[in-house]
């Protein structure tokens, strides 16, 4: 029971550094000893054991026999004797030397660069000598980041330099004044920073556009252009609807920091860059056109049914038309030889003839405000209809009112008509005013046109006599004033040998109109004095031209006395025409390009779409 009570009093020494032997547990006594643990009272610490020491009183010396070289130590294992007042000579009290024949090696001796072990910790050399660091790549300079080795001499593989940044590589060490001539993202001269020799190295550049950086060539010797966004190609967009026209290949390349020229579009989605309705991905109408770029008009059943159709209800039987006018609210007037007049005075009505005079009317022209009727026929005969009652009627001079038009001028409404004597006349129907303004003998007028605030086109021929041998003519005039104020235009890509005359005029803006005549003659305006040949279409080379019309710079409208209606745009002619009838076309209207009307002979008035 007693050494049950002694283990649980002594069991704290579990928690120490030194773990007593069971032995110890029980006898209440320590065995093994050392600096840090001693033996307690009465007992002395020989050879690392407590022993019980014959003494009285705290002093207790262990004496150690053979210290050979007098150097405090005797060797490990000595034999010793427990000396209770102090240690008689020939006796030492520190045992461990490692070598009794030298003084110099002993427990604590400092180590020195001998080859031997001066401290007698069981390692040679340790902690002394030079610091040396591998070099595996056998340059001669040691790693930088590698621990050093402490040694008297110097280990294979070892230098004592250490400032190599790279040690795998032979080729790379640290060199004053180099300039590197690799460009391989290494530090060639471990003066921290790679590729030195190329400064512009990690900067911007532009090849081809800005947004690069320099960065070392495949093959090591300079650099190249790396990351910089390619240029863009773009395509023009001459008639401006988005869709670039691809077929003779991009017009030019920007780089992405770089503005995008006008008419100029990045795709090619376009298949006529001259007409704005026609582009791929385009959603097909009835107009007439390819709008989605397939090869085909008007193709899944987008018209319903409808397209070119003859108008006859409510118009007299094989009437002679000679023109058409619309004016607001699907307002259709048409008008031709022996007094016929009918009018649709609004969608989805039928025509009703009205009466006039007894005249065959030439030309009509409508006042997009009233949707009055002005009318020009032979005989110089010139009135007014409203759709139910004929006004002002009234005989200009004996020759035939060849056409009609008008224009707004400071909120007063004014007609002009020209007959084929040449004379220009203007009239304020507002005030019952009538002026002839010229007489330009011997020429003959057959066509005039204006936009409000802009001067009058008037075509026609050099020779009122003689027109089928004479020259076409066109000329300018601002409204006012006399003969003296006609502007003479110039006529340019005309066949010398061309005999003939202008039969209409369209005037799209101030800047561009087109004028059409005998033979397959088509004029375009520059909007200045001159006027370009446009080659008719294979289709009517030889037909002569009676009408045209202009919905836009994109759409302009012709009749010829074969009865086709042609449609030409900037880029050309259509592939075919818009309609190709069995009776002469005198006159055309548009409104929108699926409200167009065309008259003619033997009772033609046709409505597209209908």
């Known amino acids: 029971m007693r050494g049950l009570s002694v283990w649980v009093a002594l069991s704290g020494l579990l928690l120490s550094c030194t773990v007593p032997s069971l032995e110890e547990v029980i006898s209440g006594k320590p065995l093994s000893c050392d600096a840090e643990h001693s033996c307690g009272e009465g007992r002395a610490c020989a050879q690392g054991t407590c022993v019980d020491a014959p003494c009285e009183g705290p002093l207790i010396a262990v004496g150690y026999r053979g210290d050979l070289d007098g150097d405090g130590y005797a060797p490990s294992g000595a034999p010793y004797e427990i000396f209770c007042d102090g240690l008689p000579a020939g006796f030492v009290g520190q045992t461990g030397d490692c070598d009794d024949a030298n003084a110099g090696r002993h427990p604590g001796a400092l180590e020195v660069c001998d080859g031997q072990d001066n401290d007698c910790n069981g390692d040679t050399d340790d902690g002394v000598g030079a ?43 640290p060199r004053k004044d180099f300039t590197e001539t690799t460009c391989d993202e290494v530090d060639d001269d471990c003066d921290g920073v790679a ?15 800005l947004g690069g950086t320099w960065v070392c060539a495949a093959d090591k010797t300079g650099l190249v252009c790396a990351g910089a966004p390619p240029r863009e190609s773009y395509y023009p967009d001459s008639d401006g609807d988005g869709a670039g026209d691809g077929s003779n290949g991009a017009s030019g390349s920007k780089c992405p920091n770089e503005n995008l020229p006008t008419g100029v579009v990045f795709n090619m989605d376009d298949c006529d860059d001259q007409d704005p309705y026609n582009r791929r991905g385009k959603t097909e109408v009835c107009d007439g056109r390819d709008n989605d770029c397939n090869s085909l008009a008007d193709e899944k059943n987008v018209c319903m049914g409808k397209g070119w159709k003859p108008i006859t209800t409510g118009l007299p039987a094989n009437a002679f038309w000679n023109t058409v006018a619309l004016g607001p609210n699907g307002r259709v007037w048409v008008a031709g030889v022996g007094a016929t007049l009918a009018v649709r005075l609004q ?47 009234r005989t200009l001079y004996s020759s035939s009112v060849a056409a009609v038009t008008g224009r707004m001028e400071s909120d007063t409404l004014r007609l002009y008509a020209v007959n084929v ?5 203007a009239l304020v129907p507002a005030q019952d005013q009538v002026n002839q303004l010229f007489d330009k003998d011997p020429g003959a007028f057959f066509g005039i046109h204006a936009l409000d605030d802009t001067s009058l086109l008037l075509v026609g021929s050099t020779n009122e006599f003689a027109v089928a041998s004479a020259y076409p003519y066109i000329a300018s005039h601002p409204g006012t004033g006399g003969q003296d104020k006609l502007k003479e235009h110039t006529l340019t890509g005309i066949p010398s040998d061309y005999r003939g005359a202008l039969r209409a005029v369209w005037m799209v803006s101030p800047r561009l109109a087109y004028a059409v005549g005998d033979k397959g003659l088509v004029l375009k305006w520059d909007g200045q004095q ?23 710079p994109y759409s302009v409208y012709i009749t010829d006395t074969e009865g086709r209606v042609l449609l030409l745009k900037p880029g050309g002619w259509a592939l075919t025409p818009l309609y190709d009838g069995p009776h002469p076309l005198r006159d055309i209207a548009v409104n929108a390009a699926d409200d167009i009307w065309a008259v003619g002979d033997n009772g033609l008035v046709i409505h597209f779409a209908e």
């Open 347 to 393: 969608t989805g009505q039928s025509f009703t003839s009205v009466g006039c005079g007894n005249v065959n009317w030439n030309a009509a022209w409508v006042s997009p405000s009233s949707g009055n009727v002005s009318l020009g026929g032979e005989g110089g005969k010139f009135a007014l209809h409203s759709g139910s009652s004929c006004m002002s009627e």
């Open 421 to 425: 004597f040449g004379m220009l006349y």
């Open 131 to 173: 610091s040396w660091y591998p070099d595996q790549d056998g340059d001669g300079f040691g790693d930088v980041n590698a621990a050093s080795l402490i040694r008297c001499t110097q280990p294979s593989g070892y230098v004592q330099d250490h400032s190599d940044c790279l040690d795998s590589n032979a080729k790379v060490y």
């Open 195 to 209: 590729d030195d020799g190329f400064s512009m190295k990690g900067t911007t550049c532009a090849d081809p556009c």
């Open 530 to 552: 001159t006027w370009a040949r446009i080659a008719p279409p294979s289709y009517s080379a030889d037909a002569d031209y009676t009408s045209v019309t202009v919905l836009d």
